[in-house]
């Protein structure tokens, strides 16, 4: 039986988390209905969890146990993967920021 390499596990977690990114940027404007969002967002948070499953095979145990409890948090939390987090955070950071200054100028 052959297990996948961790190269391709990466390249993986790297797709949903940018197909995530997609779902979450269509939301915005109306692309897809709200009843779909979250059903969506919560079957790629699933595949993400199976692919940090599968990592556990590799040569790099240890860091896919490290991805896999943060996948579980963040499906637990947010139903985002941590790669999408990294996005989803300093976005809104931003959006909070410059409406908070927004009645300064």
Not at 4 to 30: Q, W
Not at 36 to 62: D, F, H
Not at 94 to 105: G, H, K, T
Request: hydrophobic share 60%.
């Amino acid at each position: 039986m052959r297990y996948p390499t961790p190269n391709v596990l990466i390249a993986v977690v790297v797709l949903l988390s940018l197909l995530l990114v997609l779902l979450i940027e269509a939301a915005g404007p109306g692309a897809f209905s709200p009843l779909w969002i979250r059903p969506i967002t919560r079957v790629i948070c699933a595949a993400n969890l199976l692919v940090a499953l599968a990592g556990l095979v590799t040569s790099r145990s240890i860091a896919w146990i490290n991805y896999l409890l943060l996948s579980i948090t963040a499906y637990v939390v947010a139903s985002t993967t941590p790669i999408a987090a990294l996005w989803v955070i300093p976005k809104t950071m931003f959006f909070a920021v410059s409406y908070a200054f927004s009645s300064l100028w």
